[in-house]
């Protein structure tokens, strides 16, 4: 485990210590200009979030601040703050992309570049698995029988007969939830960047060898996997303005110059930086 020094060897006469400060003041300049900078060029263009999107991000905020709160805390970070530059932050950079790169934005960027790089690049598949193992009563794991393996074989072979005589994925994901006795559906789903497929191994090898629109029993490692392929042009009406996947796409496709606009447009709004409160804080490794 490393340790920390103590806090006394990292006085302002230690090199260390300062290079450290001015890159922590850096950053959170940087940071806090860009999250003021959004702010302010949503409301030119007008833009701003429902009441619905702002209630999400704060939700999704706090799951995360449950883990960082004393620290933050201690630190002088609300938790008002910390949803500000977290999750709403990133839900607002969202929203200004796609006000800028979007129909009707000042940047637009064509349907037919973001439709050719969705097909040029995206593969959509859908999966969930069982796990080849079981847990006994003392926490262990065992790896089940082979007449056990053959059944969960059996069973998949036969959810994957019936998607492809023309039963949904989802239908196949709800029975099987509710075969397993689990709470959720732990389908997998939705179109993703091909050097993103989580899969590995012969999973993958085995959905990028795959008819479009076919479902097929795959065991690999310690699972048994159900997979699915949809065709990847289905997927074009998702392209729809403002849509999750289209903002994805257009942040690929214009990351490097959006990353620059807002400290550009924040450095343009004469922004006063009250040093005497950054100086009080003092950095340790």
């Known amino acids: 485990m490393i340790r920390r020094p103590p806090r006394s060897t990292l006085s302002s006469s230690s090199a260390a210590s300062d290079v450290y400060k001015r890159q922590v003041t850096d950053n959170a300049i940087a940071g806090t200009k860009n999250v003021l900078a959004v702010d302010a060029y949503l409301n030119e263009l007008n833009v701003s979030l429902t009441d619905e999107e702002m209630t999400k991000a704060q939700q999704e905020a706090d799951k995360i601040w449950v883990y960082y709160s004393t620290t933050l805390q201690a630190l002088g970070v609300s938790q008002s703050s910390f949803q500000k530059a977290s999750s709403i932050y990133e839900l607002k950079q969202n929203k200004l992309l796609s006000a800028i790169y979007d129909e009707g934005g000042s940047k637009q960027v064509s349907n037919d570049e973001v439709n050719n790089y969705l097909l040029n690049n995206y593969v959509d598949y859908k999966y969930f698995s069982h796990s080849l193992t079981t847990k006994g009563n003392d926490g262990k794991s065992t790896d089940m029988t082979e007449e056990q393996i053959a059944e969960v074989g059996k069973q998949f072979e036969e959810y994957a007969n019936r998607i492809n005589k023309g039963e949904t994925i989802?239908?196949?994901?709800?029975?099987?939830?509710?075969?397993?006795?689990?709470?959720?559906?732990?389908?997998?789903?939705?179109?993703?960047?091909?050097?993103?497929?989580?899969?590995?191994?012969?999973?993958?090898?085995?959905?990028?060898?795959?008819?479009?629109?076919?479902?097929?029993?795959?065991?690999?490692?310690?699972?048994?996997?159900?997979?699915?392929?949809?065709?990847?042009?289905?997927?074009?009406?998702?392209?729809?303005?403002?849509?999750?996947?289209?903002?994805?796409?257009?942040?690929?496709?214009?990351?490097?110059?959006?990353?620059?606009?807002?400290?550009?447009?924040?450095?343009?709004?004469?922004?006063?930086?009250?040093?005497?409160?950054?100086?009080?804080?003092?950095?340790?490794f």
């Open 170 to 284: 989802k239908t196949i994901s709800d029975d099987y939830t509710s075969k397993a006795g689990l709470s959720e559906s732990p389908l997998v789903d939705g179109p993703t960047e091909k050097t993103k497929v989580s899969l590995e191994g012969e999973v993958k090898t085995q959905i990028e060898q795959m008819p479009n629109n076919t479902a097929k029993a795959v065991k690999a490692g310690s699972s048994y996997y159900l997979l699915y392929k949809k065709n990847i042009n289905d997927d074009l009406q998702l392209l729809t303005k403002g849509s999750e996947l289209k903002t994805e796409i257009l942040n690929t496709l214009k990351a490097d110059e959006f990353d620059k606009l807002p400290l550009d447009y924040a450095n343009n709004l004469g922004m006063q930086i009250n040093f005497s409160a950054i100086d009080k804080y003092s950095p340790y």
